[in-house]
């Protein structure tokens, strides 16, 4: 599936229609403040007057209204603009995820795992900024600015074309000059952040080790470092910011003057009434409302444009695997795969370089792959999971891996990773991964296959025990039998298991592997291990590539 090359537009794209009311809405609201004003104005100085009260009822209603107006219109726009905004995001993380997924295992090594992650968390909240602060609110001010000079040009053309010139001014001058203010800080924030992001989840990883090897002092000056790059641009932001906001103040002073001069001038010259001067001296008020909020969002352009960037180049890498996958799984009842002279690697640069090797198991049978560390044994597999390209032949049931569609592959080969994950949350919810139907039942027969039954019931919390964060509240064993226990629970047909038995005694691993075979007896299974399975009916030994 090819994605959109402007990932950011295309998400945008079916609510642009929302965007634009919610637009309309915050425009309508600063024009309800311009009415406001006017009126406001125009009654305090007709009621200077003394009229008769019925004179002052038309205003009365209509500072009523444009007051109510004004609240009312500003929840909308923040109702309807908010609404397509998170919208936008969830089509925008959806299309992230289906090209992550396409991307995995292969191509993701390019990114660092805490950056990464920052671009589909920070970066995707970061891009919203573009309608919130930049578009919308700038739509808005120019709406209201319409209004307010609307009302100055039919009570004083003069006036009407003063404020037309200084709202044009302020409109494209604010931001153009919050922008040049602030300069590349925004961007670099940005860019310290996701910097940080990956040294805090490397830190993670290896806190332990960095605690052995007494790094703490080097990670702390790393930490400090990249903190005071952080507050550097962020003040420069803010510069940006603050000089955007002065210019904004100078230019509703000098309105408010000038607007002041030509309506006196008027005035003077009996072309305007008395009553109506204090509408034209404070509408520039009401008029620079909305574009005084232009500095902030102008000012984090930058940022903005920087985080759209990091997701496009997302969206723009391209995966190893270059195929046109569109045939479905051919389910059968014995299901077989061959291969033939195939060579599977990493890459250009891979050290783990496969002799080209032929096979052919099927349902029922039990696949031994054996050599020695980094020859390529879960290289093998991640092909056979349709998850590397390969060279040769790799057929299931006749087809080739490569023209499987990925979704068919997921649901039918099951991989379990020789380091597979453990969720932080509890045993019930780490195993249903793989089926959620399944009832406690189910779950204990699973877990009685690979003898951790006994163990977990006898716990305080049972199933519902928190296995904690990686995993770390069982040992090394009992990880890597829950994640066994996983597997059992799956209903794939064909089962690729990297080092199941790792981390076991070897009395304990005679017993399992007898009771895994014996559970997958229905099933394709592939085992990849340094150990020799006494149950295996086929076993190749990878030799060392050239």
Request: aromatic share 6%; charged share 15%.
């Amino acid at each position: 599936m090819s994605e959109p090359k402007n990932v950011v537009r295309s998400s945008m794209q079916p609510f642009v229609g929302r965007l634009t009311v919610g637009a309309l809405l915050g425009g309508f609201s600063l024009g309800a403040a311009v009415g406001l004003l006017a009126t406001s104005a125009w009654l305090i100085s007709m009621a200077s007057t003394h009229p008769p009260i019925l004179t002052l009822e038309v205003a009365v209603v209509a500072v009523r209204f444009f007051g109510l107006a004004r609240g009312i219109l500003r929840y909308s726009e923040r109702l309807v603009s908010h609404d397509a905004v998170f919208r936008t995001l969830t089509r925008l993380r959806v299309l992230i995820y289906n090209q992550l997924e396409a991307l995995a295992p292969a191509s993701l090594p390019i990114f660092r795992r805490g950056e990464l992650l920052n671009r589909v968390v920070n970066d995707v909240e970061t891009v919203q900024d573009l309608w919130l602060r930049i578009f919308i609110p700038w739509i808005s001010a120019f709406v209201s600015a319409l209004c307010g000079i609307g009302i100055a040009t039919w009570l004083v053309p003069q006036a009407g074309t003063f404020l037309l010139f200084m709202a044009v001014s302020g409109l494209i001058g604010i931001p153009l000059v919050s922008r040049l203010a602030s300069g590349n800080s925004a961007r670099r924030s940005l860019a310290v952040e996701s910097r940080i992001s990956g040294d805090i989840t490397a830190l993670c990883d290896s806190l332990l080790e960095s605690i052995a090897f007494s790094q703490e002092t080097k990670v702390r000056e790393r930490f400090n470092q990249s903190h005071l790059d952080l507050l550097a641009n962020e003040s420069a932001t803010a510069k940006g910011t603050g000089v955007g906001s002065s210019l904004a103040i100078a230019l509703t002073g000098i309105s408010v003057v000038g607007s002041a001069i030509i309506a006196l001038t008027s005035y003077r010259a009996g072309t305007l009434a008395g009553i109506n001067v204090a509408v034209i001296v404070l509408l520039p008020l009401a008029i620079f409302e909305g574009i005084a909020l232009l500095p902030t969002g102008s000012a984090n352009f930058g940022r903005v444009q920087s985080a759209r960037a990091n997701i496009e180049s997302i969206m723009h890498t391209q995966s190893e695997i270059k195929t046109v996958a569109t045939k479905q799984f051919p389910l059968h009842r014995v299901n077989e795969i061959s291969a033939t002279d195939l060579r599977v690697d990493w890459g250009a640069d891979s050290l783990n370089r496969l002799s080209p090797i032929s096979f052919t198991v099927s349902t029922g049978s039990v696949l031994l792959i054996q050599g020695p560390s980094g020859i390529g044994k879960s290289t093998l597999a991640y092909a056979i999971a349709g998850l590397l390209p390969y060279q040769g032949a790799l057929q299931i049931n006749g087809v080739e891996v490569s023209e499987i569609e990925q979704n068919s592959l997921t649901q039918n080969v099951l991989y379990g990773l020789q380091e597979s994950h453990l969720f932080a949350t509890s045993i019930r919810e780490n195993l249903k991964i793989a089926n959620q139907d399944a009832d406690d039942r189910a779950l204990l027969d699973a877990l009685k296959v690979v003898e951790m039954a006994d163990f977990i019931t006898a716990l305080p919390a049972g199933l519902d025990t928190h296995v904690g964060q990686f995993g770390y509240n069982f040992s090394g064993g009992e990880r890597q039998r829950l994640t066994l226990a996983r597997n059992l629970l799956s209903s794939a047909p064909i089962v690729i298991l990297d080092e199941p038995t790792e981390h076991l005694d070897q009395e304990q691993v005679m017993r399992i592997e007898t009771a895994l075979v014996s559970a997958f007896r229905d099933r394709l299974l592939i085992v990849i291990s340094h150990r020799n399975w006494q149950h295996a009916d086929q076993r190749i030994a990878l030799p060392a590539g050239e």
